[in-house]
Nanobody, 114 residues
Framework: QVQLVESGGGLVQPGGSLRLSCAAS???????MGWYRQAPGKQRELVAR???????VYADSAKGRFTISRDNAENTMYLQMNSLKPEDTAVYYC?????????WGQGTQVTVSS
């Protein structure tokens, strides 16, 4: 059974940084891993995703501030978030694609506030 465990969320001041982690277990055939977020009253949206080969896609809001990476040997994905803004406040979710199926993590709260 695939399990995703996210960590690294929290409260940070504007301009600060956080690093999110997503550890996957239960499968070694992970193709695409991605971070999504959902703010109150808004739809869930893509933040960034990365393939097993290292190809990346970023939302315009994340470009230049966030960096996605992964450790294929550990089935772990990271999101380094710098220069955080209040509008980055949301629940951040990890999603992985395994053998044609998507799996979601439980989410981790990121709050950017002074």
């Amino acid at each position: 059974q695939v399990q995703l465990v996210e960590s690294g969320g929290g409260l940070v001041q504007p301009g600060g940084s956080l690093r999110l982690s997503c550890a996957a277990s239960g499968s070694s055939s992970i193709y695409t891993m991605g971070w999504y977020r959902q703010a109150p009253g808004k739809q869930r949206e893509l933040v960034a995703r990365i393939t097993s080969g290292g190809d990346t896609v970023y939302a315009d809001s994340a470009k230049g501030r966030f960096t996605i990476s992964r450790d294929n040997a550990e089935n772990t994905m990271y999101l380094q978030m710098n220069s955080l803004k209040p509008e980055d406040t949301a629940v951040y979710y990890c999603r992985v694609l395994i053998m044609g199926y998507f799996y979601w993590g439980q989410g981790t709260q990121v709050t950017v506030s002074s």
